[in-house]
């Protein structure tokens, strides 16, 4: 399986930016789909984006036309800038990947947290009022 490392997570004033990385490790990254969940304490973890290998993408509600995800596959990163953060939006911020089933196959954008295989360790993005 893939390794995820995250980073660019922080502390940021509401209405600020910030833009979070994920670095994955495989031969075979264009091929999957990859997304983005967050989790505060005491609640379910919540899909957040998602980006499919054709890099179409999906959104959660709370977070459309203010987050973006994409997807450089020269570099196996994918990256969720934030924009117009709200204190709502502080959590700690998981990156994952879908693999494809096999190596004729790639893997379409999800917002099932079931779906997904590989996950990483989390950073925590606080948005202060």
């Known amino acids: 399986q893939a390794q995820l490392v995250e980073s660019g997570g922080g502390l940021v004033q509401a209405g600020g930016s910030l833009r979070l990385s994920c670095v994955a490790s495989g031969r075979t990254f264009s091929s999957y789909a990859m997304g983005w969940f967050r989790q505060v304490p005491g609640k379910e973890r919540e899909f957040v984006a998602s980006?499919?290998?054709?890099?179409?993408?999906l959104y959660a509600n709370s977070v459309k036309g203010r987050f973006t995800i994409s997807r450089d596959n020269a570099k196996n990163t994918v990256y969720l800038q934030m924009s117009s953060l709200k204190p709502e939006d502080t959590a700690v911020y998981y990156c994952?990947?879908?693999?494809?089933?096999?190596?004729?196959?790639?893997?379409?954008?999800?917002?099932?947290?079931?779906?997904?295989?590989?996950w990483g360790q989390g950073t925590q993005v606080t948005v202060s009022s």
């Open positions: 994952a990947a879908v693999y494809p089933p096999d190596s004729r196959v790639a893997v379409r954008a999800s917002m099932r947290e079931n779906d997904y295989d590989s």
């Open positions: 980006i499919g290998w054709d890099e179409r993408t």
